[in-house]
């Protein structure tokens, strides 16, 4: 399982960012692929996954009605689209894989990205 992420930043708050991560190696009929974040001092948390198979996906509470994620599957690529950023958004964000949505919630993480910074601050 590979995962390579691009796309962090810095922005102004309510500027948006669109994290892109492209998989390969996996193998199965269900999965799921999305984002992790870890802020300093803060545990690392599930922000965002979609399941490939099914296209459901999961959001954390506080990104909901920002945060929209996505997949191109000729590209093997996961897109995050991150919305009205807010500083509280500030943090590594980490493109993550698990072998089922349930699991990914669950911290059960099968492949980790290396990560990329996203700054928001005026």
């Known amino acids: 399982l590979q995962l390579a992420e691009s796309g962090g930043g810095m922005v102004q708050p309510g500027g948006s960012l669109k994290l892109s991560c492209t998989h390969s190696g996996f193998t199965g009929n269900y999965w799921a692929v999305g984002w992790f974040r870890q802020a300093p001092g803060k545990e690392r948390e599930p922000v965002s996954c979609?399941?490939?198979?099914?296209?459901?996906?999961y959001f954390v509470d506080s990104v909901k009605g920002r945060f929209t994620i996505s997949r191109d599957a000729a590209k093997s690529t996961v897109y995050l689209q991150m919305n009205s950023l807010q500083p509280e958004d500030t943090a590594t964000y980490y493109c993550?894989?698990?072998?089922?949505?349930?699991?990914?919630?669950?911290?059960?993480?099968?492949?980790w990205g290396q990560g990329t910074v996203v700054t928001v601050s005026s």
């Open positions: 979609i399941s490939p198979s099914d296209g459901s996906t």
């Open positions: 993550a894989s698990a072998s089922h949505t349930a699991l990914f919630r669950q911290k059960v993480i099968d492949a």
